[in-house]
């Protein structure tokens, strides 16, 4: 036989399309041709499978190779495609029958020896697979060991581990009825070992409105920007959100697992953990929304479901800020270059902080602020109304006095604060019906009817204050979560107006 057909998986985002592997041998001189659009580390694997193949024992076609990756427009990158090539030539030389390579698809990088290195994106493959139509009668996917242990966690699909190539070739010659080879186990997922210890909110002295801020901010997945002097607990309260955030359903797990496989940030011990990521402020654009020549996913997408903190707001680049915009109404991002277009999931929670002037002290218990008027507003300006407008809940961090850092008992505990907050949304969730877990705008402007009085109350803060329509619905959102953690059925004026107090200006002066 000389031409073998070997099924594999590319990335294109959060898609992994099928990618046919045809291996066709000629007569002529000896040479090794690969096509269909290769980006250069594929083109590399030529000199892989060749040394992979020859220390395994196995015999190199002298002959004149032509590797086809079909289909021919989609941009093939990364090293997976090692190990269905040299399955492809092996079987095109029958030196292994071709047809029980029907029943699998293959990925995984060959090292020299043959050994099979680990690829990122496989959860992420396995993940888009079972959500597709034809996931039902899927073929088994043959990965290295450590890709396998990502891709099993998604369930209903038969993934198989190996080490080498050598065992793959045992494995499809036991599948071909030879009684000596021996077969791979069907891979299952590692018990996840102990959650690593999460910061507590018992940390925090003091700070009565922030912590309200933060915990009205988990119940109802709103947006959150502290403004404070330096060394008053911003950072230590953002790095408590994730705490008390209420559990991840399994979707919500898979996705957030399947971005972080595409990046190769996926880590089995924190399977279910909500991802708290904080990009310093000198990020990019790419960096924070995501890009390169081959896209990959952003900050905002590796928070998928998790927490995204940007300390230092206003010292990040506005352009890059303002990148943010539709990523917080949509939910996702989409990242176009010349020759591919790619959509990532974007559903994050921001969190953010910022001093309130350049030096940091306006407003400080002891320390002078130095600032011009004028220094301020450019200062704050940084961030621009838009963006502004997105963000739901504004508290103010002030300092506190050496007798309440030292006498002050702890605060409340991460884990009585998480029961109210679980409590709270699943309240939300019954009353609107909500199988997946997920809020919508929808279900909230059903949710919110207050009565003509609250209303009133809401028209004069709007009409006085200025705000926007989407300004108006988020007052409405904060204040129907404020309800939800008073398990209070309607809207009251009270809600309403600390609703009201969250959306506050930024300090000028």
């Known amino acids: 036989m000389t031409l073998a057909v070997v099924r594999s998986r590319g990335l294109a985002g959060m898609v992994a399309p099928e990618v046919t592997v045809e291996v066709h041998l000629a007569n002529g001189l000896p040479s090794f041709t690969l096509v269909g659009l290769p980006e250069t580390e594929v083109k590399e694997a030529r000199e892989r499978v060749r040394a992979a193949v020859q220390n395994c024992r196995f015999e190199f076609p002298s002959?004149?190779?032509?590797?086809?990756?079909?289909?021919?427009?989609?941009?093939?990158?990364?090293?997976?495609?090692?190990?269905?090539?040299?399955?492809?030539?092996?079987?095109?030389?029958?030196?292994?029958?071709?047809?029980?390579?029907?029943?699998?698809?293959f990925a995984g990088e060959l090292s020299l020896s043959g050994?099979?290195?680990?690829?990122?994106?496989?959860?992420?493959?396995?993940?888009?697979?079972?959500?597709?139509?034809?996931?039902?009668?899927?073929?088994?996917?043959?990965?290295?060991?450590?890709?396998?242990?990502?891709?099993?966690?998604?369930?209903?699909?038969?993934?198989?581990?190996?080490?080498?190539?050598?065992?793959?070739?045992?494995?499809?010659?036991?599948?071909?009825?030879?009684?000596?080879?021996?077969?791979?186990?069907?891979?299952?997922?590692?018990?996840?070992?102990?959650?690593?210890?999460?910061?507590?909110?018992?940390?925090?002295?003091?700070?009565?409105?922030?912590?309200?801020?933060?915990?009205?901010?988990?119940?109802?997945?709103?947006?959150?920007?502290?403004?404070?002097?330096?060394?008053?607990?911003?950072?230590?309260?953002?790095?408590r959100l994730p705490g008390i955030l209420p559990p991840m359903t399994d979707d919500e797990a898979l996705e957030s697992a399947a971005v972080l496989s595409l990046a190769g940030a996926f880590a089995p011990q924190r399977w279910a953990m909500r991802v708290f990521r904080s990009p310093h402020h000198s990020a990019s654009g790419a960096a924070l929304v995501g890009g390169g020549s081959?896209?990959?996913?952003?900050?905002?997408?590796?928070?998928?479901?998790?927490?995204?903190?940007?300390?230092?707001?206003?010292?990040?680049?506005?352009?890059?800020?303002?990148?943010?915009?539709?990523?917080?109404?949509?939910?996702?991002?989409?990242?176009?270059?010349?020759?591919?277009?790619?959509?990532?999931?974007?559903?994050?929670?921001?969190?953010?902080?910022?001093?309130?002037?350049?030096?940091?002290?306006?407003?400080?218990?002891?320390?002078?602020?130095?600032?011009?008027?004028?220094?301020?507003?450019?200062?704050?300006?940084?961030?621009?109304?838009?963006?502004?407008?997105?963000?739901?809940l504004r508290v103010e961090v002030p300092s506190l006095t050496e007798r309440e850092l030292l006498e002050a008992p702890a605060g409340e505990a991460s884990a009585a604060v998480a029961q109210r907050v679980l409590r709270a949304r699943r309240r939300a969730l019954d009353r609107q019906g909500c199988a997946n877990g997920m809020l919508t705008g929808a279900d909230i402007d059903r949710a919110c009817r207050p009565a003509v009085a609250v209303r009133q109350l809401l028209y004069a803060a709007s009409a006085r204050l200025g705000w926007s329509a989407r300004a108006h619905h988020r007052v409405l959102k904060v204040?129907?979560?404020i309800a939800d953690l008073d398990d209070a059925a309607d809207l009251s004026a009270a809600h309403v107006a600390e609703a009201i107090q969250y959306r506050r200006a930024l300090r000028a002066s």
């Open 294 to 392: 081959v896209p990959k996913p952003g900050e905002v997408s590796l928070a998928h479901c998790g927490v995204l903190f940007l300390d230092e707001l206003p010292e990040f680049d506005r352009r890059v800020l303002e990148l943010l915009r539709e990523p917080l109404e949509s939910g996702r991002i989409t990242v176009s270059r010349a020759a591919r277009q790619v959509e990532f999931p974007a559903r994050f929670q921001l969190i953010a902080a910022m001093n309130p002037c350049p030096c940091g002290y306006l407003g400080h218990r002891a320390r002078a602020c130095r600032c011009t008027p004028a220094s301020i507003a450019r200062y704050t300006e940084r961030i621009s109304g838009p963006l502004l407008d997105r963000i739901d």
């Open 115 to 239: 050994a099979l290195r680990p690829v990122r994106g496989a959860l992420a493959m396995a993940y888009a697979v079972s959500r597709s139509e034809r996931s039902a009668g899927w073929r088994g996917f043959v990965l290295p060991q450590e890709s396998a242990d990502e891709a099993a966690r998604v369930g209903g699909l038969a993934i198989f581990a190996a080490r080498d190539l050598l065992q793959v070739v045992a494995h499809l010659a036991a599948d071909g009825g030879d009684p000596q080879a021996r077969r791979l186990a069907e891979h299952r997922p590692s018990a996840p070992s102990a959650a690593p210890c999460e910061a507590d909110l018992a940390d925090v002295k003091g700070q009565q409105a922030a912590r309200r801020a933060l915990e009205i901010a988990a119940a109802g997945g709103h947006s959150l920007l502290m403004s404070g002097p330096p060394g008053t607990g911003k950072s230590m309260l953002a790095q």
């Open 63 to 105: 002959r004149r190779i032509t590797v086809n990756l079909a289909p021919a427009e989609l941009p093939k990158e990364s090293g997976r495609f090692d190990l269905p090539i040299a399955l492809g030539i092996l079987a095109a030389s029958g030196q292994i029958d071709a047809r029980a390579l029907e029943r699998y698809e």
């Open 479 to 481: 204040a129907r979560t």
